[in-house]
């Protein structure tokens, strides 16, 4: 086993450090984060190719650091995503005067596209360079608890899809969401590819109810072949650590894993860790955006 250091830091409050580890029988590619010198199991990735070879999925896979350019966000800017039927749903664009990516983001089950989550999420992203699309999802849009239907939601994240393309068609396109959002969005990849989307983003993927641990939410994974970026809290009900790492063992060089110590669900961490949500959002943000940097080369 050979163990090699990726001498590449990212910018952050705590020291992290990127930790290659190669098995050169089957060219397990395993990255690991460590904090002020202690190693946390927490992102996992499978390739192929060995890792010098930089392959990753359909994108390339680069041992490259976040930039240290800041992009002054511009606010979020209503729009209108025309549905089928004469319907539309609103949707909020956050583009910073140097986008070099867009996120199309779907909200979770409970809470919409202006939730404190995603608007805090939508702003430090635009400061790392990544635009986002904000939407709202039919039910929402009608203030109803009950989610609409697998079809309608499929339905709608193409047509939130369609309308970033046509609003900033120069942008490389990110799909995924909060985790119901981040469902649905899978859901429509596997089903038929999203047009020029080069990856999916999942904030909290709801692997199962909470102490109801199974892995059948995830059996469409397998039918998406293009990059997949899992953000999940250590202590997340909805995805027991059981089920979730041989999952992502599973969907191979596609998939990675970035495991934020002590967050649930929501990302939220306990005071007595010493740190704070705040913190945890610059730490996964940043990860997202090194990850969106590495597939849209």
Not at 205 to 227: G, N, W
């Given at each position: 086993?050979?163990?090699?250091?990726?001498?590449?830091?990212?910018?952050?409050?705590?020291?992290?450090?990127?930790?290659?580890?190669?098995?050169?029988?089957?060219?397990?590619?395993?990255?690991?984060?460590?904090?002020?010198?202690?190693?946390?199991?927490?992102?996992?990735?499978?390739?192929?190719?060995?890792?010098?070879d930089g392959a990753y999925c359909s994108g390339r896979q680069t041992e490259s650091s976040l930039s240290t350019?800041?992009?002054?966000?511009?606010?979020?800017?209503?729009?209108?995503?025309?549905?089928?039927?004469?319907?539309?749903?609103?949707?909020?664009?956050?583009?910073?005067?140097?986008?070099?990516?867009?996120l199309v983001l779907a909200h979770g089950a409970g809470a919409g596209m202006r939730h404190p989550f995603m608007?805090?999420?939508?702003?430090?992203?635009?400061?790392?360079?990544?635009?986002?699309?904000?939407?709202?999802?039919?039910?929402?849009?009608?203030?109803?608890?009950?989610?609409?239907?697998?079809?309608?939601?499929?339905?709608?994240?193409?047509?939130?899809?369609?309308?970033?393309?046509?609003?900033?068609?120069?942008?490389?396109?990110?799909?995924?969401?909060?985790?119901?959002?981040?469902?649905?969005?899978?859901?429509?990849?596997?089903?038929?590819?999203?047009?020029?989307?080069?990856?999916?983003?999942?904030?909290?993927?709801?692997?199962?109810?909470?102490?109801?641990?199974?892995?059948?939410?995830?059996?469409?994974?397998?039918?998406?072949?293009?990059?997949?970026?899992?953000?999940?809290?250590?202590?997340?009900?909805?995805?027991?650590?059981?089920?979730?790492?041989?999952?992502?063992?599973?969907?191979?060089?596609?998939?990675?894993?970035?495991?934020?110590?002590?967050?649930?669900?929501?990302?939220?961490?306990?005071?007595?860790?010493?740190?704070?949500?705040?913190?945890?959002?610059?730490?996964?943000?940043?990860?997202?955006?090194?990850?969106v940097e590495s597939i849209s080369r």
């Amino acid at each position: 086993m050979l163990v090699r250091i990726l001498a590449k830091h990212v910018k952050g409050n705590r020291d992290q450090r990127l930790c290659a580890t190669t098995n050169r029988a089957n060219s397990i590619y395993v990255n690991a984060i460590y904090q002020k010198g202690r190693c946390i199991f927490p992102t996992t990735a499978r390739s192929i190719a060995s890792p010098a070879d930089g392959a990753y999925c359909s994108g390339r896979q680069t041992e490259s650091s976040l930039s240290t350019e800041m992009h002054e966000p511009a606010g979020a800017r209503p729009v209108t995503i025309d549905l089928e039927g004469a319907r539309s749903v609103s949707g909020l664009l956050e583009r910073p005067s140097k986008a070099h990516a867009l996120l199309v983001l779907a909200h979770g089950a409970g809470a919409g596209m202006r939730h404190p989550f995603m608007a805090a999420a939508a702003r430090e992203l635009a400061t790392l360079g990544i635009a986002t699309l904000r939407y709202q999802f039919p039910y929402m849009e009608r203030r109803s608890k009950r989610p609409d239907s697998p079809t309608i939601c499929h339905a709608t994240v193409r047509a939130a899809v369609a309308s970033a393309r046509q609003l900033e068609p120069n942008l490389p396109l990110i799909a995924g969401g909060k985790s119901f959002g981040g469902r649905m969005t899978s859901q429509a990849q596997a089903i038929s590819p999203l047009v020029e989307v080069r990856g999916l983003v999942f904030l909290g993927f709801p692997l199962h109810p909470p102490h109801e641990p199974a892995a059948a939410r995830a059996e469409h994974l397998s039918r998406v072949h293009i990059p997949m970026l899992f953000l999940q809290g250590t202590r997340d009900e909805f995805a027991a650590s059981s089920l979730l790492l041989p999952l992502i063992e599973r969907l191979g060089e596609c998939a990675r894993l970035t495991l934020l110590e002590g967050a649930d669900h929501s990302f939220h961490i306990p005071a007595r860790s010493g740190r704070t949500d705040s913190e945890v959002r610059t730490e996964w943000t940043q990860a997202l955006a090194a990850w969106v940097e590495s597939i849209s080369r």
